[in-house]
């Protein structure tokens, strides 16, 4: 692994178990419940949803494009407008740890050049792969976030680390 990965690889490792803890006991009908209604406030499922197609989005990133199998959103999870269907979560948590391992093996054979190559989609001060990599282990930490406030709005007790 290029050791620029070390500290990003962590991250990602610990934000699958959190991922899981935030998860767990959760019921798929609480999982679908929006804090403020038809408001502007996402929903558990629709959180974890969007943050396995984040994941596939970072798979390609790094040069291994393979399709997230979650369906039931025009265009991927990506707006909660958009979404027409749920998967359970059971599914939902199926594609997470598919995912995980795909990534876990990508971070562990990326070429230096691959991380070095220009990615400029992102408003980063490193316009790199490596950059974006970075952006998007932020971009799935905030949303653990929102995943634990969702947990704890469904009256279950806080995520746990």
Same mark, same amino acid.
Not at 49 to 62: F, K, M, P, T
Not at 93 to 115: G, M, P, R, V
Not at 128 to 156: I, P
């Given at each position: ?5 070390? %500290?990003? @690889?962590?991250? &990602?490792?610990? $934000?699958?178990? !959190?991922y899981?803890?935030?998860?767990? #006991?959760?019921?798929? =009908?609480? *999982? ?7 408001? +502007?406030? #996402? ?6 949803? /969007? !943050? ?5 989005? !970072? &798979? ?5 494009? %393979? ?10 999870f #990506?707006?909660?407008?958009? %979404? ?9 948590? *199926?594609?997470? $740890? *598919?995912? +995980?391992?795909? &990534? +876990?093996?990508? &971070? ?15 408003p980063? =001060? ?10 998007? %282990?932020? /971009? ?13 709005? @469904?009256?279950?007790? +806080?995520?746990?680390?």
């Open positions: 692994m290029d050791p620029r990965l070390i %500290v990003p @690889a962590d991250i &990602l490792r610990l $934000n699958t178990r !959190l899981r803890n935030c998860l767990a #006991n959760l019921s798929d =009908e609480l *999982a679908r419940e929006r804090p403020s209604g038809k408001g +502007a406030t #996402n929903c558990a499922a629709f959180v974890a949803a /969007h !943050l396995v197609d984040s994941r596939h989005y !970072l &798979l390609g990133l790094l040069g291994k494009s %393979v399709p997230s199998p979650l369906k039931g959103a025009e265009g991927g #990506n707006s909660i407008d958009k %979404v027409t269907s749920y998967p359970s979560l059971a599914e939902i948590q *199926a594609a997470w $740890n *598919a995912t +995980a391992e795909l &990534l +876990a093996h990508e &971070l562990a054979t990326i070429t230096a050049a691959k991380l070095d190559a220009p990615y400029t989609d992102f980063i =001060e490193l316009p790199t792969v490596l950059g974006a990599l970075s952006f998007m %282990v932020e /971009h799935e930490s905030y949303h653990l976030g929102q995943l634990g406030l969702l947990r704890k709005h @469904a009256g279950l007790e +806080a995520m746990a680390y």
